[in-house]
């Protein structure tokens, strides 16, 4: 509409949509062949705003270029860190999404897509056995649902007065539990890290005499925190036997199982996630076992009353809301940090619906089976030793003859290369090489081609002799 900017009339929105969905489709499309880092030097200039807007391929291209000057996190060789590849799908359904614009802070706003988002939540909590009371909240990632799964924890067992409070967790929980800590207000004094087993799993006998020895000293200890799969390793605390403890003590059980935790979808998964069933608070990242786009992460709790009161103004009379009855739904808002929220449930009900749970189940099946192979195959590299075998679908390695630096220099040669792309990680002061599987789009021949890359530039480096 001339005069209208900011409002296209039916002919532009279908043009810019075709044009879009054209660059998307060929960069996925490009994915299996594209380098894993931009080149050497690479460098994008971006325009700043102008008073003129500009014509809508040239500021695509211009997205374009800016999109390619990354580290290649959507393509199938990439190990590095925990990959997320985006789906297709997920991705179309949030354009949906954001299209439409619906508001679900408050269900009373957009009740069927309120429903839409806790059909999964629903699903999520029967498949770890959570009671059919549970409920949750999806959020924008592991650290918001992290916060408020801790801040649950905090307000149930230790209401308004923080004083002495102490939460249990291992070296190995990821760092946004601690930052999480932080924010909440708790010194670092309130982080008791427990000893971690050989196979750096939570050593759950001196957790207990820990609880026990700050109970003697006056302390309050009100959470311990499980991993399901480190973000470091891939280790999985014993989670039955935490829950035991947590049982024993009072403690909240909190479960972190951010990068593990779809695997529960799978027969080994879940029979590695025993006692999950019995978290207090569980938290997931859907843009991680799920394969969805960045930005999405779960909280589900066994009692969503005690997530809405730990959330709770302290004054809960609000007038600007006052027609807006409450009903059977939930109001996330109510049970997160945030007031105004997106519809985000749309990302993970498509796919789901779409594709069905068993291509998700067969795909993490997949990813378990592809990092065994790894294991086997990079053990079998002269020079090389692995870490234990996977629990999950991480391996960790080194070449011990070359020594913290020689290792660095084989984790940078190996990525330079640009056909694939691994991380590090430290354990017991020994810098460790890190592949970690779990792209949608990583099939065996990826897997394949990455440990070529490995065995070829531990050769180049002089090999040395296996174990």
Known sequence: MVGFPLEPDSRSMREMGESATALLADFLAGLDKAPTVPPDGAAVRVTRPQPAGAAFDEVLGEFRRAAAWATETAGPRHFGFIPGGGLFTSALAEYLARGFNRCTSVAAMAPGLVAVENSVVEWLAAEFGLPASAGGNITTGGSMANLSGLLAARHDRLGDDLAGGTVYLTAQTNHCVPKAMRIMGFPASAIRTVPSTPDLRMDVEAARSMIRADRAAGLRPFCVLATAGTTSTGAVDP?????????????????????????????????????VERADSLVLDPHKGMFLPYGTGMLLVRDPAVLARSHALFDDDVPYLQDLAAGELPDYAELGIERTREFRGLRMWLPLRLHGVSAFREALDEKLDLAAHAHRELSAIPGVVCGPPPELSTVVFSVPAAGNRGNQVLRERINARAEAFFSSTAVGGRYLLRMCVLSVRTHAGHVDDAVRVVREEVQRMGGGTNR
Request: no cysteine; aromatic share 14%; hydrophobic share 50%.
């Open 239 to 275: 989670i039955a036997a935490v829950a035991d403890l947590a049982a024993r003590e009072d403690l909240w059980l909190h479960v972190d199982a951010a990068y593990g935790g779809f695997f529960q979808l799978t027969e080994r998964g879940r029979r590695g996630f025993e006692g």
